[in-house]
């Protein structure tokens, strides 16, 4: 029986460091036999938590105490604090159980050490060889800020063979990408940040080499007063490194602030795809029929590219399950917006009927809503929906009236729409509820307890709004009520 407690007990803490790691801390505060549970699952990437490192002297002093008793000598010698614990002392030996490697956070680490920028580069360089002697394997690699090539410990290729899952930036030479590519060829997961847009070379290498990828992501993150010329398009050199992974890479998420002429080419050959975010901004209708994934599961668009993504959509296996939208503002007319909102709404509701995670932005003609309605009756198993109403029609002096109106035809939607499985529905753009609309839908919602957030702050700011929300949020029928901004209702959790 305590054999099962403690396999029951080990399998609770693996969910909570994924969603609730502020709760497994305290587990460790409960007995000797949650302690050891959790301990090794907690270390297993002590880099990863919401903390500030900055003032974790225990950690400084628990990596520290593995030094040998030599260099411990000569980093005194530097004027560096060492903690007089020994790693025989310790009641866990805690470097056995890390899988992972944060550069960025270790440096944070180092720095309760030392100020000095000097003593902070040799214990980096302690500290890295350290952990290629101790860790067993090397899983989690984030080598943002790197300034030691740490592929040339003694123990790095036996560690870095085993490497999963790599986070790099441009801005680091590609001298160390270069020593990553003979001993990291089957990493599965590769984000970069794009923070440096001048030498690809070193990350194109290792993308090219690598045999078992399954996760790509590349986000541009530089000031945009690089602009490349005309003629030049600055991803080639990675798009096609990526073309070589086009039959293992089945996530796929680029954002780039620049066109590219060679993703036209490259992104239909992706046949695989469970999940797609990218830009479809200059794609020709030819080139996007190409662009078949019949395991789609997860879609993220640009909302003023709708039309490209009703193409791809009725393309689709019938597997999606989360279609969103990009979190940017709306600016100004989009060029048929009305018809290819239209159309989009109708792809959805026949060819998604497993979607779960939904975001809609249209237009508020009659139309529209009818299609929404039918959508609604269709997909039955949507959990999250957000709606975006865009009224490019109205005039000044009939607006307030318009924005009610379509307000009050949502929420009557809402109620015949019988969700069952409906947990939180998301509302922005050119609505209002009024008091009555919003107190007969909470009145006959018969779904689960919703959770509802609005671009609009007059429900915080109105005593009759707040008065109306809090005694459905006491009979359960609300389970949270937020109104944001524009941005953080558009942006769905993933």
């Known amino acids: 029986m305590s054999k099962l407690n403690k396999d029951i007990l080990f399998l609770v803490s693996e969910e909570l460091v994924q969603d609730d790691s502020k709760s497994?801390?305290?587990?460790?505060?409960?007995?000797?036999?949650?302690?050891?549970?959790?301990?090794?699952?907690?270390?297993?990437?002590?880099?990863?938590?919401?903390?500030?490192?900055?003032?974790?002297?225990?950690?400084?002093?628990?990596?520290?105490?593995?030094?040998?008793?030599?260099?411990?000598?000569?980093?005194?010698?530097?004027?560096?604090?060492?903690?007089?614990?020994?790693?025989q002392s310790l009641l866990f030996d805690y470097l056995s159980f890390c899988r992972s490697i944060n550069i960025n956070i270790i440096n944070i680490i180092i720095s309760i050490?030392?100020?000095l920028t000097y003593n902070q580069f040799l214990l980096q360089q302690e500290f890295y060889g350290l952990f290629m002697k101790k860790f067993p394997e090397l899983k989690?690699?984030?080598m943002k800020s790197i300034r030691h090539q740490i592929f040339y410990f003694p123990e790095a290729r036996i560690r870095l063979e085993s490497l999963c899952e790599l986070k790099c930036d441009t801005s680091t030479d590609s001298s160390y990408f270069y020593g990553l590519v003979q001993l990291c060829q089957y990493i599965q997961r590769l984000i970069v940040v794009n923070s440096d847009p001048n030498d690809y070379h070193g990350i194109a290498e290792l993308?090219?080499?690598?045999?078992?990828?399954?996760?790509?992501?590349?986000?541009?993150d530089y000031d945009t007063t690089y602009i490349p010329r005309a003629d030049q398009d600055s991803y080639k050199e990675i798009l096609f490194a990526l073309e070589k992974n086009a039959n293992n890479i089945i996530h796929l998420n680029i954002f780039f602030i620049f066109i590219s002429r060679t993703l036209q080419k490259v992104v239909p050959k992706f046949h695989k795809l469970k999940t797609l975010k990218t830009s479809f901004s200059n794609f020709t209708e030819e080139q996007l029929k190409k662009c078949v994934y019949h395991d789609l599961e997860v879609f993220k668009i640009d909302h003023h590219n709708l039309k490209a993504a009703s193409i791809i959509i009725e393309n689709s296996g019938g597997h999606l399950k989360r279609i969103s939208l990009e979190p940017y503002g709306l600016l100004g007319y989009i060029d048929g917006f009305v018809e290819n909102s239209l159309?989009?709404?109708?792809?959805?509701?026949?060819?998604?009927?497993?979607?779960?995670?939904?975001?809609?932005?249209?237009?508020?003609?009659?139309?529209?809503?009818?299609?929404?309605?039918?959508?609604?009756?269709i997909c039955q198993n949507l959990k999250s929906l957000l709606l975006i109403i865009v009224d490019y029609t109205y005039e000044d002096s009939t607006y307030e009236q318009k924005i009610l109106?379509?307000?009050?035809?949502?929420?009557?939607?809402?109620?015949?729409?019988?969700?069952?499985?409906?947990?939180?529905?998301?509302?922005?753009?050119?609505?209002?509820?009024?008091?009555?609309?919003?107190?007969?839908?909470?009145?006959?919602?018969?779904?689960?307890?919703?959770?509802?957030?609005?671009?609009?702050?007059?429900?915080?700011?109105?005593?009759?709004?707040?008065?109306?929300?809090?005694?459905?949020?006491?009979?359960?029928?609300?389970?949270?009520?937020?109104?944001?901004?524009?941005?953080?209702t558009v942006i769905m959790d993933e």
Not at 65 to 77: A, C, G, H, P, Q
Not at 207 to 220: A, H, T
């Open 343 to 377: 159309i989009f709404i109708r792809n959805i509701h026949k060819n998604c009927p497993s979607i779960e995670y939904l975001s809609l932005i249209f237009s508020p003609s009659n139309e529209h809503f009818a299609e929404i309605e039918k959508l609604l009756k």
């Open 113 to 115: 050490g030392s100020s």
């Open 405 to 488: 109106e379509y307000g009050e035809i949502l929420l009557k939607i809402l109620i015949s729409s019988t969700l069952n499985n409906i947990k939180e529905i998301r509302f922005c753009g050119d609505f209002k509820f009024s008091l009555q609309a919003l107190e007969e839908f909470l009145k006959k919602w018969k779904g689960n307890a919703l959770s509802i957030i609005i671009s609009n702050y007059i429900y915080e700011d109105d005593d009759y709004y707040e008065e109306l929300i809090n005694k459905y949020k006491n009979n359960g029928v609300i389970k949270d009520f937020r109104s944001d901004s524009h941005r953080n």
């Open 24 to 87: 497994l801390f305290s587990c460790l505060m409960v007995n000797r036999l949650w302690c050891e549970t959790v301990i090794p699952i907690l270390w297993r990437n002590p880099w990863c938590y919401n903390i500030n490192y900055s003032n974790k002297n225990y950690l400084f002093k628990i990596i520290a105490s593995y030094l040998s008793d030599d260099i411990k000598e000569f980093l005194t010698r530097r004027g560096i604090p060492l903690p007089l614990v020994s790693f």
């Open 207 to 220: 993308i090219r080499v690598q045999k078992n990828l399954k996760y790509f992501e590349w986000r541009d």
């Open 140 to 142: 989690y690699l984030d």
